[in-house]
């Protein structure tokens, strides 16, 4: 990938956040190609909460571009700020809002500060250095000193608002900062991935980064392989998927024990996860079956959660009732899908006894679940409703985890885990493309009501019952799986 001459030379806010998520989203941004670029439901949720923070924030009317800042609007959005940076390169900034305060400034007795949405429940540096790169540009607009910005963040609670003071230290940081991205952007070739490769799931760049991942058998492919245990591979000089594939496990575990004894525990696993992806074949870890427990069962219900994990709001439980006909038939065309909507001003004593209605109705019947949300949530809504222990073990009892037994029994070749790539593996295809939790998050609040254009959108709940569905369908893909190979047993 060479650099195309045309590109221009401006630091941009955008590109200081993309640099510190991601060096190499960085450079994506300003060479790769635009029509690789794929959409994530990441930004328009981020777009969403920023204008619910800011409509709280300030209530009043808020004016557009520099004409507002000389009126003396108490909020100015829509304006775009360009000047130089600390060490004289040309920078520019958007910031989404700048909120009127007290002091002096070229417009008058009144002066502004840049506010930021908040997302998640931490201060991060791309917030503070964000901060920053806005006031020192600001600073150079209105001839007069930032030395505060603001966070500002929405839940369902009432507004929170974090003042953060624009130090002496974080202009150092972000002169630090600008230096590291214009060495990068100078490159010829994308900086190499990221090594938490989770962040890649909310990035647009995914799709160029996941081919490359897999064409040259990156490390972090391997399912269990981490941005820390990647960085002690590399140290002990394996670079690759294959590399470890053909490592003596022995060897490697004794290698690994410098660092740590959780990791040379692991050396048998890990190089048995590369064989099976390098070699594509799945591997038997038991001889029992994964799932006796439906053997007799009269039907089962399969279910699944949707949250917002910022506002830790569990706000759809979907179920499929599936009844069991003989032996390893299940009806399937029969299956029913029941969703249970639960919005926060319904209240959890609500929620709780429609589900529990639900359970008892079907008080013999197993809960298939994928990963441990779904079970941990359910009990803690339970119990935050006065269920007895007792009955609350009854309850655990009753369900089964199915990621739990697919790694119990089974090694697969596949690079992850998770619901999505385990079903896709097994032939499992969800209905509506590229849909993931981020999107059926923002189905949701298109028609709960925080997204004001969509407010009340029918169309985007159906979109989100039918992604729910898919999501129990897909436990359940996996699920029926693990039975088909518990038949070839002996
Ligand atoms: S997909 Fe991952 S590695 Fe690629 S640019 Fe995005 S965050 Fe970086």
Redesign the pocket.
Known sequence: MGIPPHKTNVITDRLLRSWI??K??AW?DRYGDEKKRVWTAHRALQLDHQQRSFAELITREKGKGLKACEIGFEGVMGIRLKGLGPSGELIEAHPPLLQRIKGESRWGKFAYRPVLARQGRKVTREHRLGLTFSGILLEQLQESKVSSGLLVTKGNQELEIQKISLSVNLQQQLLEVLKKIKADLQKDEPPT??SD?R??TL?C??GV?NVEATAEGHLSEVSGIGPKRKQILQELGINKLQELATSNPRDLGQKLFAFGVQHSEIADQIVAQARVQHNGSKERLSRTPALPELIDAPGILIYDIESDPDARDDFLHGFIRLMHKKDDEWDLEGAKYQPILAPYEHGKPFCWERINRKLTIYKDWPVLHYGETEVTSLLRLAKQQGVQKQELSKLRARFIDIHDRLRLHWRLPINSYGLKTVANWTGFQWHQKGADGARALLWWRQWHGTDEKNRGNSKALKWLFKYNQDDCLATWAVAKWLLKQDSFLP
């Open positions: 998520r991601c190499r989203k994506l991935l990221i490769r962040k890649c990035c760049w995914k980064c």
